[in-house]
């Protein structure tokens, strides 16, 4: 199974970007897939969640209410719409086969991320 992320890019603060995780080899319809962020010399962050059902989201705190998850389940593919970009949302994201709880758990299968930097 091969999790890959697109759409990471440099962007101004406030802007949107739309990040992409294509599935092969697993089918997004039977697990939960997460979207984490690393920052240079900080910990790995989960920021949302989605069932494999599209039914229930999670989203910490940091993002709740910006980052909306949704996922399109014909095309294996799990979206993160990154809206009002701000400069701590600078990272590398990833997304994951996970547990969708407080916090949100990834597990076996890890994308290889993609970049999104927010200039001011």
């Known amino acids: 199974a091969l999790l890959v992320e697109h759409g990471g890019d440099l962007v101004e603060f406030g802007g949107s970007l739309r990040l992409s995780c294509a599935a092969s080899g697993l089918n997004t319809e039977h697990y939960s897939i997460g979207w984490f962020r690393q920052a240079p010399g900080k910990e790995r962050e989960g920021v949302s969640c989605i069932d494999p059902q599209g039914a229930d989201m999670i989203y910490s705190e940091s993002v709740k209410g910006r980052f909306p998850i949704s996922s399109d389940d014909a095309k294996n593919v799990v979206y993160l719409q990154m809206n009002n970009l701000k400069g701590k949302d600078t990272a590398k994201y990833f997304c994951?086969?996970?547990?969708?709880?407080?916090?949100?758990?990834?597990?076996?299968?890890w994308g290889q991320g993609t970049q999104v930097t927010v200039s001011s």
């Open positions: 994951a086969t996970a547990l969708c709880a407080g916090p949100i758990f990834g597990y076996k299968y």
